[in-house]
């Protein structure tokens, strides 16, 4: 058990429809980012909270959000979904809001659109 | 389990022999590179990384050597166990986008009892 958690694991939804993905990160981190991992583009980064402030963006979605809330857990919103959606979303957390060390990621929520 | 990286390259080993998995990253400016194992069904774990003033790094039976002339980094596994069947990523890290990691596609490591 890394220590960060995911929720749920897996979700099977149809085109169209809204999701919500959450991210408890290890106790004591305060940055959580969110990465894609599907079969032909590898792990891709979303995008970070630090602290509750947004602090860096990646290859983000316009109908891709998300949100870090006061407790540190934090929520990627996921709307009007699409085939290729379909992925393994991660979320990783670490204690500052650089990588200097590397994060730890959490195992994953496998998200299937049809 | 997930099912990650099904058209990656595959590296098969025997148990017991030193594994070298290679990674060839984009970016002359990256200074900090990771090697992540990822299991299936399981998140990326971090192994061993290295900093790019640093031409080898040694951790517990593996070594990561990092060639920036042709921005090469390799991870050599000794004595290869069952256990190690995963799939690897480096990772590389430039200071100025110091919150996030570029990945690479990965190599499906594959220990044959």
């Known amino acids: 058990d890394s220590g960060v958690t995911q929720t749920p694991k897996h979700l099977i939804t149809a085109t169209g429809q809204r999701v919500t993905l959450r991210c408890s990160p290890r106790?004591?981190?305060?940055?959580v980012y969110w990465y894609q991992q599907s079969l032909d583009q590898g792990l891709q980064f979303l995008i970070q909270?630090?602290?509750?402030?947004?602090?860096a963006k990646g290859n983000i979605l316009e109908r891709f959000s998300a949100q870090q809330f006061p407790d540190l857990h934090s929520e990627l919103n996921l709307s009007s979904l699409e085939l290729g959606d379909s992925a393994l979303y991660f979320c990783?957390?670490?204690?500052?809001?650089?990588?200097?060390?590397?994060?730890?990621f959490g195992s994953g929520t496998r998200l299937t659109v049809v | 389990g997930e099912s990650v990286g099904l058209h990656l390259p595959t590296l098969s080993v025997q148990e017991g022999d030193n594994s070298i998995i290679n990674c060839a990253y984009s970016?002359?400016?990256?200074?900090?590179f990771i090697w992540y194992k990822q299991e299936s069904g399981k998140g990326p774990q971090f192994i061993i990384d290295?900093?790019?003033?640093?031409d080898k790094r040694q951790g517990q039976r593996v070594t990561v050597l990092l060639n920036k002339t042709v921005k090469h980094l390799s991870l050599q596994i000794a004595a290869t166990q069952p256990g190690d069947s995963a799939v690897y990523f480096c990772?590389?890290?430039?200071?100025?986008?110091?919150?996030?990691?570029?990945f690479g596609s990965g190599t499906k490591l594959n220990v044959k009892p």
């Open positions: 990783a957390s670490s204690r500052s809001s650089a990588t200097n060390y590397g994060y730890t």
């Open positions: 106790s004591g981190d305060l940055s």
């Open positions: 909270y630090y602290n509750g402030e947004e602090r």
């Open positions: 970016n002359s400016a990256s200074d900090y």
């Open positions: 290295i900093r790019s003033n640093m």
């Open positions: 990772a590389e890290n430039i200071k100025k986008d110091f919150n996030k990691f570029y």
